[in-house]
């Protein structure tokens, strides 16, 4: 049937269940909640690109090269990822990119990348037919005129999403003067803020973490060898994005293992790690009790502290060594936090001003463990599904997982963690209407009164993303 | 909307599937079975509740202070567990302590404690209400006076409930003079059966283990430091036991490891350990050895043998320290079955006498190693969702990973498991509904004739209990 | 009700969603691949079968004796393996073979077993009732009376089920001389395509490993203990598959662990094997070093590899040491391929000659791991789900598990892995159904176009196959 063009679908049901009368509870939910404002406490956009507002450049860089999502499936049917200017490549021809796509399109078909380009193309860009080869170059040139209207400015768009908070995720050092920038300009009234994302400066297998700590420590003028000094700088650092509006660090651990050592152990095994000396085994024990540490500078500071543990970041060398991180190859492993998390909870667990938000691509420890440990200490929370699991049925085998043992009250709300700044409202939407679905089955199945249905899908959406991460 | 109370929602064809005609089905099959008496082969219910046949103290006692599946929660959103009595806390305020779940009573919407919950308040207590802030004096007051009622008393309400069976837990050095007294009752006709549960005998590492085994053996009249007096001591309580009415001994091991040793090394093992020099690995071995000679005792004398793996026991040591064990931070574990238990059905997994039933808080193991243990050693019956699983969704979960491995046959029949007499028929009905309802989906699917469903759902709920528990 | 039959069902809806709307756009999409020809690309027929195409002997060889699926089932419930003539137990008597069966045909209710069984005696044999007791005499008359007609001889089934290809599992040694003679034969048109199965020969732990490389290396003309020209044998007996229509080699190790030596360090191992002192960590070794160096093999001659990992085989040591291997107690472990996986990815992980097929008896790794990789590689593929996994529910699973993150057309499509030859139809039928059922959820849920759930329908039952197995 090549030539015939399929009609681009936006099903104004889609995600509800496919039981007539389920269906139409869970429509009257989510028509409750489809206008609340965006809360974003946790993602990757620049923000830079609200700073500039400069127009989108081209439909390629927009929607495929710096989505790894949709590169990643493009580069297992055999596609170049240098040809579509992923990382480290040379920019290719944003037309020839587009048109790789959409030669592609059928490959996304059934994913959450499929779904929310979906949502994009039909709700900005006014777009009829799924991309493919015949359509290509005209869907292209229809979204290249609308990124030429002021309507389609990062900061006009902000608004037309209904963002009201959005944090961006920023080194330690970062001078964060492009987020005073933006909130000194009385132009723009949205909130963005930075998150505190100190992986680097506590992995000492870390790329660059000598080089790293020597720059912190000196900003703070201690030795590089005092490690009293290099925590002071560390919480120096976390109280200067705390006075740029941040609420909460962040921690891509690869195992979320804590333990708990005294300043004399964990001193030595600094100074080993500074001096470049520390073997693997050391570095983990060093690793893991800085993990826990900021969780004693979250307590002090009120900083929520997030966990992203669990991925083997950069499986391929050969692609790393070409075209850098986050080029779609970080694969996800087995993690367990029942045990690895203890030390961290035996000394902080039961500390009021602690907010520990923990996220898993592993989905095995949503109903094992997760959700009872958020079930018992009120400093854990539950993370909402992440990366590979922020998806349809994900999202729905998630809250199946975890509410029966932890209720809704113990969640995260939706976090979209994107670098995509145009699948902020696909996400958000997505995930209202899979919360409408899920709770409108336990309503159908007698489970929860309506009344309570109606509660909590403006609790997911609106209450708990402030609560927990303090907005 | 608050000061506006919501009804109390019990649904009759609550946990059925949406679809009309599915539901019309599973409505069928557990009208066949709601009737049925309830057989409960493990739960801890004290004897001397029913023995004493004492009323209930108040509405606190019964729904709050003993239920760690409900304070935990309230402890997760704040609230002081000693405020609720819990543990080794002094005994609050009832009418506080009811205030106190009312308030936070939507914490547990979706949750099993919810369901179960409001069970029990709409079909014993004829609540309206949900409770709430506003209507707890008011149904605290309902509830007292009910309790008041010699039909609100434990042998009353055993008898309304449809017990015919209800097992104990108990510790091998119990003298059994409760169960003696109310076998010995003429005025009460239910089977109250104790269980065998020796952990605290058989691992090394556990609180107290040497004074609990120089309590044994003395009272067996053997040296403490004698391997083979230890071992008949040990048959010699399982016979006490099994004189007492029990039927199964229950293991709860932190990983069901098993190992085979000869009576020299297992006995040196024991002498250390008696002497208190046993290190963790030893330990490890030791209670791995003993797991394994448990189930040959079970082989000559019959008991049932039960393991209830996977659970690291109270996490939080402060908690712990404060108000002792039971208080809702036991979290589970990743568990492997198939490799840790081989030892053991090497030697005795073709046993036609043994019966070893699993359980799982790992839900992983279903499909992956439990279903297919069961679905080939006669010996192996796959334990019904346990804890954090009995629930709704997780029983669902369950029925579909094992069933298409090893049938309805190999499965234990439901177990409640509970400390909450309260709760047994609410437990008992969900299980009825929610096998009605997979059984109802097979049907509909045309994987299995409706007369075939209609003979299973009396063989899960009255059949297998008693052929697996020998009851 | 004993006594009475019980209609064998076949119900032409069968798997299909319940909710009726999704019912019938599933209807449709089976019906568009109901009859496209069956491409079977891995299993275990016999191809003397077809060969030899003499009448199946009774209903005990055809649907029992070989069927562990069956067997473990019947075993579970107390029979003995030797009553039913499995492995190397003497041939029983057909007939009360059969009656066993049939007196336990309740226990596969709700199995994979029961449903393929139904199909086939429904559909081959006409059946109308479930065999009992009280059936079971005369509908082994009427199956014996079937098996004597011609039409029910091996390749008249073979072309009565539409097969197009049908692959099987041979030793390396294997003169293939069957499958010379059955593509020489003009009067059978099939294509029987022999698979490479080396296991035994790389790894040391087992059985015989020395004996099949001295017969190897003998063939080959070069010493044992010369690794360089151990693995030229390899390679020749490759060849050796390819010229007789091989398209594939596969591997079923204990894990799927991989590791890059030098030769040096190899040919080391190797030799030490050779001489049989190679102890377990240095048998892990090899044996992960050879699964590195046959994917390498498959770079140079174009072997599709395929994965099926993670079985504790022969777990009962009493049933093995008494009839032998495949009587149905081989049991899953957890299995993990981020990391064990890695090095053999690292080398050729992005040769486009090279297609990786992995499959898993871990359901937990489809979407954790699985799909992961095959969305990035373009090497990897996902198996389908296979043995304890291959049945109605653990297929939807599977299904939503990997296509979110990895689409559709990462997948291997069906593979039926069967040793039960009239299984065949009932097992791609079921493969068919299923599909349909998911994609026309996705349709019914607005995630994609039903033109497009047409289109993957057909990619999956007939396009994948051949393109990821080079047919």
Do not use: C
Request: charged residues 25%; glycine residues 8%; without cysteine.
């Amino acid at each position: 049937m090549k030539g015939v063009s399929t009609p681009l679908l936006l099903d104004p049901d889609r995600l509800f269940p496919a039981d007539p009368a389920t269906r139409a509870i869970a429509g009257g939910l989510y028509e409750s909640v489809a206008g609340l404002p965006i809360l974003s406490p946790h993602g990757h956009v620049a923000p830079s690109l609200l700073m500039d507002d400069e127009p989108f450049s081209d439909p390629a860089e927009l929607f495929i090269t710096h989505d790894h999502y949709v590169t990643r499936l493009l580069h297992s049917a055999g596609v170049d990822l240098a040809r579509l200017g992923v990382g480290r490549s040379a920019p290719g021809d944003p037309r020839q990119t587009w048109r790789t796509l959409a030669e592609h399109w059928q490959l996304l078909a059934g994913t959450a990348s499929g779904y929310w380009l979906t949502h994009e193309l039909a709700t900005l860009f006014d777009l009829r037919d799924e991309p493919s080869a015949e359509t290509a170059d005209a869907s292209y040139d229809t979204i290249s005129a609308r990124l030429a209207d002021p309507a389609y400015r990062p900061r006009a768009l902000f608004e037309r999403f209904g963002i009201e908070v959005l944090a961006t995720t920023d080194d330690p050092m970062d001078d964060l003067s492009v987020h005073a920038a933006l909130g000194a300009d009385p132009s723009f009234t949205g909130r963005v803020l930075p998150t505190f994302r100190p992986d680097a400066y506590l992995d000492p297998t870390a790329t660059d973490f000598i080089a790293r700590v020597l720059r912190l420590t000196e900003w703070h003028g201690t030795a590089a060898d005092d490690f009293a000094g290099y925590l002071a700088a560390l919480e120096a650092r976390r109280a200067h994005f705390i006075a740029h509006g941040a609420v909460s660090a962040d921690h891509g651990v690869s195992e979320p293992y804590t333990v708990d050592l005294g300043d004399d152990e964990a001193g030595a095994l600094y100074r080993r790690a500074v001096a470049g000396n520390l073997d693997a085994a050391g570095a983990r024990e060093f690793t893991g009790n800085m993990l826990l540490r900021m969780a004693g500078m979250s307590v002090r500071d009120g900083l929520v502290m997030t966990i992203h543990p669990g991925v083997h970041r950069n499986h391929s060398s050969a692609v790393f060594d070409r075209l850098g991180p986050d080029t779609g190859h970080d694969i996800p492993l087995t993690t367990t936090y029942t045990g690895n998390l203890r030390p961290l909870l035996q000394r902080h667990g039961l500390d009021p001003g602690l907010h520990l938000v923990l996220f898993s691509v592993d989905e095995t420890a949503y109903s094992r463990e997760i959700a009872p440990l958020a079930g018992f200490y009120p400093s854990v929370f539950i993370g909402a599904p992440w990366w590979f699991l922020d998806a349809p049925d994900a999202v729905l085998r998630f809250r199946a997982a975890v509410t029966e043992t932890a209720g809704f009250s113990r969640g995260s709300g939706f976090i979209d963690d994107t670098r995509a700044f145009l699948s902020i409202p696909a996400r958000h939407d997505m995930a209202r209407r899979l919360d409408s679905a899920f709770l409108a089955r336990l309503v159908r199945e007698g489970r929860i009164p309506q009344k309570t249905a109606e509660r909590i899908i403006v609790e997911l959406v609106d209450i708990l993303p402030r609560r927990v991460f303090k907005l």
